[in-house]
């Protein structure tokens, strides 16, 4: 397997600090807009090499896998660049794998009711060019989307014989400070696509149809375990409801993210201003797109770890009938402590328990455990060695009866 | 009396539309940076010119007053360009009105408790060197600061004996709705300047020495007259408190604004997260100031008149001792109706209200009504005739017992 990962933000980097202690592929090559951060993310690894590639242009990408002779391309950037690396990948005869789909459009008239373009609808679309050339693109398998959808599969397969609610509940008690220990505002997780999925209509999955609603819709608190207590959660535009219902039998699917108060008014602020908005504007003569700003003028997600504390949770709540037909609530997660990735492995959880999956997953196609073709969700294929290897990886997941 | 105007935007452009009525001056020349806009308002009077002026130059600005015989230098672009414009007079022999002081620089250990570089300081700095020269700079003449300090000369003379506070108060009702009748976020004043003052360290003048708190402190709900109504108004720093007690004797001065919950939320979360900063950042090879780009994402101020109602008020809150000793409470106030300015002179209430005082001014030097030499704020001339020129153009000014 050779592997060519573009991107070596927070994501990619930790991706390689992840492969570097595996032993399941030949060559990853890095490949950034920036050489230097690939560069950097490289010299751990004798099997490293670094590279540029414009993320935004399909036939770089293509370029690149022709040169190195890529079996694998691993997309690690924002998800704007989603299609470029797809149909490059696909034009190299290269598998695909990405850890968030291409992006949505709202409904021109009723963005809050109905869907638009959904997430994934571009990648969909030509699944069965995939198919048909036996290649394939496995969508979507980070942590969320990704392990979550690994969950509904396990659940649907060993603990519940009826399933009313595959509800991925995503929360988080981190704290991150400045150098004088005061608590500062710092995302976790890219903003640009923070505001990309928490700003558009949330999507929900209900007997058989999809349908949207108003950004931070239907608020819940939710109980998150190991510590991090109860968290608001809302409606957020996320693709396990677009993956999940494709795969798994379900009536309803949801996503709910721990946004927390402070961070709902910070977007709800941006959104009242247009500094969301992608669309650039003329600044003073130079002209840049708003949210690339906001994004511009935060601590980079990746840099934050070693001032931050606390642990993040992702996972999955199903309800319906179990396997003996009673009644079940159930929460599978998988809790990371920043303390731990950071003495381990130098990654800040948040995007260390992004990684680790597609790490695994690589592995699972390498050893031939799992195998298809087509554009693919993680629900798709066989939860068990999945979640075996994930805890072999020395990160285990959790089940709590609700 | 030959004037430049540097600056055509929403103030400066209202500053031409009330001119064009008087006949106190022979000639505007009409400089901003975009000819475009200057042509634009200079095409509506036959004693108008345009010309293309960098208000970041002082060379550029002594040579268009050469270039044009220019005797008054009136500023109506953002604070951050008044020194250049300020010298740039004074090197061409010209007097010099502005509507903003030069800017402030927090203290660099107790920014919340003292003064570092107060508004105004780089201008008074050199106040010798105009006195010298004979020639006047008229500082702080729009409406507030301006015609607040106005009203607190007039106070002074006519009626207080002693004065306890000479409290600045600004408040509206202002509404804009986008086509199809929603109400909309936009501010009716220059953004980069509403940041500027609003997050600044608020000053305050209390015996005989000035102070800093944090922004936003001691909330006061204030009953603004002529229907506006009650509106929550904090401590911001502004002009008024730099210039009434060089004049004027009080125990203490304060400006208070009427923001509203909305927009202190919206301020203090460009603050959280940095947005607020003057400071170029790189944004995907380019780079650009933040708060330049939260303006430019805003409507323009200029143009939300026709989508506005309602009224804006300026005012001054005195307490004290009146005339015959006895405890008196009194707001001098100008209130302002969006719909009649609008109909009357197609600019919008808030930069209208700001572009008559220094037209007033303006035609008191001409008449030689008002005279001086030096760096002088509105306080140090008599406010009577300035105060019954503002009636004759049509807009009275109001006094209520508190």
């Given at each position: 397997m050779r592997i060519l990962l573009v991107g070596a933000g927070g994501v990619g980097s930790a991706f390689t600090a992840i492969a570097a202690r595996r032993d399941f592929f030949e060559a990853i090559v890095i490949a950034d807009y920036d050489p230097t951060r690939a560069e950097k993310a490289a010299a751990?690894?004798?099997?490293f090499t670094a590279g540029q590639i414009d993320a935004s242009d399909a036939a770089s990408v293509t370029a690149l896998c022709q040169e190195h002779g890529i079996t694998h391309v691993m997309n690690a950037v924002d998800p704007i660049f989603n299609m470029p690396i797809f149909e490059g990948a696909f034009a190299a005869g290269a598998d695909y794998l990405d850890m968030a789909m291409s992006l949505s459009k709202p409904h021109p008239e009723a963005p809050y009711e109905k869907t638009g373009v959904k997430l994934g609808d571009e990648q969909f679309a030509v699944a069965d060019q995939w198919e048909s050339a036996g290649r394939l693109a496995l969508v979507g398998i980070g942590v969320e989307p990704g392990l979550s959808d690994v969950f509904a599969r396990y659940a649907a397969d060993h603990l519940f014989s009826e399933i009313d609610e595959l509800g991925t509940r995503d929360g988080a008690n981190l704290v991150v400070t400045d150098d004088d220990g005061n608590e500062i505002f710092a995302p976790s997780f890219s903003m640009w696509t923070t505001i990309e999925e928490c700003l558009n209509p949330p999507v929900i999955w209900q007997d058989g149809a999809w349908f949207t609603t108003p950004p931070f819709s239907e608020p819940e608190v939710f109980d998150f375990p190991e510590g991090i207590g109860p968290v608001e959660c809302v409606n957020v535009e996320h693709e396990e409801v677009l993956l999940m219902p494709r795969w798994v039998d379900c009536k309803r699917a949801t996503f709910k993210y721990g946004l927390g108060d402070e961070f709902i008014n910070i977007l709800k602020v941006l959104h009242t201003l247009g500094l969301d908005s992608t669309e650039k504007v003329r600044v003073k003569g130079v002209e840049v797109s708003p949210r690339d700003v906001v994004a511009a003028v935060l601590p980079d997600p990746a840099t934050v770890g070693p001032r931050m504390k606390g642990k993040t949770c992702a996972g999955l709540w199903v309800t319906g009938k179990g396997k003996d037909g009673a009644d079940r609530s159930t929460y599978l997660y998988h809790v990371v402590d920043n303390e731990e990735t950071m003495r381990e492995y130098g990654h800040q959880c948040v995007v260390w328990q992004t990684a680790i999956n597609p790490v695994v997953a690589l592995e699972l196609l390498a050893n031939g455990t799992w195998s298809g073709a087509g554009?693919?969700?993680?629900?798709?294929?066989?939860a068990v060695p999945f979640l075996d290897l994930l805890t072999e990886y020395g990160s285990p997941w959790g089940i709590k009866e609700l």
């Open positions: 751990v690894d004798p099997r554009v693919l969700g993680p629900e798709a294929f066989d």
